[in-house]
């Protein structure tokens, strides 16, 4: 259940914002011939109505599942980290979609896109194939899907206020031990170089518009 909800934020807001600019392609097109706007003002208020129409996602989640996996640590703040990644999980996914959307503009392989990606996604996620016994292809796995991190990150949150020897036990034996720290710097990492990279295809892309 705990790879499932940090996983389930990715995949929600990922399918919300992928065809974002695929439907709108064609305005968007006919507006920048007009010289109406450029592209980085189009794309970040793309990311912005999407995180505003989209953040109560992990909130109501949060707000519902919460009190049901009794964590040991169950007050406010403990609340607030288990948002803080769930949230972190939603955010990622919706850069992701925005990428796709960026040099994707057919609204069938936007979406064959995604799905495929998910696909790769899980077998990197700690969910399909054990990370601790994970071969070579396994790890290149690992290292490139964001959801391993979220999941690392729920995982401690989750065992947080156990026993240290349970802690280190249960985290060795499902191969999360890259730390809070490289995680949550990974998932940082992995959201800016998303709009980087989408806002310089998107850019790219239309300079012939």
Not at 90 to 102: D, E, K, P, Q, V
Not at 118 to 124: F, R
Not at 181 to 190: D, E, K, P, R, W
Not at 196 to 209: A, C, E, N, P, W
């Amino acid at each position: 259940m705990v790879f499932l909800a940090s996983s389930d934020q990715f995949i929600i807001t990922g399918f919300s914002i992928v065809l974002l600019i695929p439907l709108t392609y064609s305005i968007f097109k006919r507006e920048i011939a007009s010289r109406m706007y450029t592209v980085p003002p189009y794309f970040l208020a793309s990311i912005a109505s999407n995180i505003c129409a989209n953040i109560m996602y992990p909130i109501l989640v949060s707000t519902l599942t919460f009190w049901f996996f009794k964590f040991p640590i169950n007050d406010f703040g403990g609340f607030m980290c288990y948002l803080l990644v769930m949230s972190t999980g939603a955010l990622m996914g919706i850069c992701f979609g925005i990428l796709i959307g960026s040099f994707v503009h057919s609204e069938y392989a936007a979406l064959t896109w995604l799905m495929q990606t998910l696909s790769i996604y899980y077998l990197g996620s700690g969910v399909m194939v054990n990370a601790a016994d994970a071969n070579w292809l396994g790890v290149i796995f690992l290292w490139i899907s964001p959801l391993r991190n979220t999941n690392e990150l729920l995982m401690r949150r989750m065992l947080e206020g156990r026993p240290d020897q349970m802690q280190e036990a249960v985290l060795e034996q499902l191969g999360f031990d890259w730390g809070i720290g490289l995680s949550a710097v990974l998932c940082m990492t992995y959201m800016l170089l998303s709009l980087s990279l989408g806002l310089f295809l998107m850019t790219y892309l239309s300079r012939g518009t």
